[in-house]
């Protein structure tokens, strides 16, 4: 079988849908079972990838947008002619010469167009929805957005299939922690990164004097989320205690999760939520709204907050207890353990490339 795969979000900063791509190859660099079929990665600058797949990868130059997808791509993969095509982010060419196979994460552009702009929300909605439609399947990362799939795209529920993301233990021993406040992620509107910082500057800054605030994500969308605007009116002596990076690399990113001691990722949706996941990985206890997908990816391991007026003052409460109190994290950690044995890599890659052979052998 012949495996055509978009890999543009491995150029450049790779963040979540890079991030599980990534994941994938790597389990497929080891896998005899992968390594039975031919694979090509296009991309339109090299991209960073597993060493196995290093001499797979074609580069297809082009800004990696819509048109670089619709027209670039989809010629390269018209003359190439492979047996799938694997799109990790949310959309393919529809003139796409093979069957496809799809995953989309979230639909948050089909259930909450006010978050998105006129114009990025239509074209998110109308070559996602086309995508999903022509799709041998869709895989997707949780049962709340199948469901939602389902609902926004209007398509049959055998054509939509979960495969739950991995989770990789740190490699490094366990370090002391120190007393700060992580989030990490893209900063969109319905993740109240503001209503995070507000909770730290008026709460917990006052209660906890050495406490620090790190926030790494990058405003990838408007309504941009005016973080350095905020920080501008704050104290200096609190503002020094609050660091905003849109992007760290690999290996800062896991001393940020050796270090911290709570994790706040307060998205009302997702399509799953990794970085709360990592953070429990690393035994911080994350704090996150009470939504259904937060229910069903992160069980009894982590703390939970009612979205509403109260929602700083709330925050601010359960930072203080949880940088101040041993119990109260060891409460959430020791549920840890459970609940990430439900999230393997190798499970992921495996149930993915089952979906590829049987897109392709349905062709």
């Avoid at 995953?103 to 167009?113: C, E, G, N, Y």
């Avoid at 799709?135 to 709340?144: K, P």
Wanted: glycine share 6%.
């Amino acid at each position: 079988m012949r495996v055509a795969v978009d890999a543009r979000e491995l150029c450049g900063k790779p963040t979540g849908v890079g991030r599980y791509l990534y994941e994938l190859l790597v389990e497929w660099g080891q896998s005899a079972d992968a390594s039975r079929h031919e694979w090509q990665l296009y991309a339109p600058s090299p991209p960073a990838v597993p060493e196995a797949f290093a001499r797979r990868v074609r580069v297809l130059a082009g800004s990696g947008g819509t048109r670089w997808e619709q027209w670039t791509l989809a010629r390269a993969l018209a003359s190439a002619r492979p047996d799938v095509l694997f799109a990790p982010g949310y959309s393919a060419p529809l003139t796409a010469p093979c069957p496809t196979v799809v995953a989309i994460h979230d639909v948050s552009f089909m259930a909450r167009p006010d978050w998105f702009s006129p114009r990025e929300g239509a074209r998110r909605r109308a070559i996602t929805r086309w995508s999903a439609r022509r799709a041998r399947l869709v895989l997707t990362i949780s049962e709340f957005s199948k469901r939602e799939i389902i609902r926004h795209v209007g398509l049959p529920e055998a054509r939509v299939r979960v495969t739950l993301l991995g989770m990789r233990r740190p490699a490094t021993a366990p370090r002391p922690r120190e007393p700060i406040v992580l989030y990490v992620g893209s900063i969109f509107a319905r993740r109240h990164v503001d209503r995070l910082l507000d909770a730290f500057v008026t709460r917990v800054a006052p209660a906890v004097p050495d406490a620090r605030l790190e926030i790494v994500g990058e405003n990838r969308l408007p309504p941009h989320v005016a973080i350095e605007a905020r920080l501008a009116g704050v104290a200096d002596a609190v503002r020094g205690r609050v660091r905003f990076r849109s992007y760290v690399d690999e290996a800062t990113l896991q001393d940020l999760y050796g270090r911290a001691t709570v994790f706040a990722f307060l998205s009302e949706y997702e399509g799953f939520g990794l970085t709360p996941l990592e953070a429990m990985a690393h035994g911080l206890p994350p704090v996150v709204l009470d939504t259904p997908v937060a229910r069903e990816a992160y069980g009894p391991a982590a703390d939970y907050l009612v979205l509403g007026p109260t929602l700083v003052g709330d925050l601010g409460q359960r930072l203080v207890a949880l940088l101040t109190d041993v119990r109260a994290r060891s409460r959430l950690t020791a549920q840890a353990s459970a609940v990430l044995a439900r999230y393997d890599w190798a499970r992921t890659a495996t149930g993915t490339l089952a979906a590829l052979e049987e897109a392709a052998g349905a062709r």
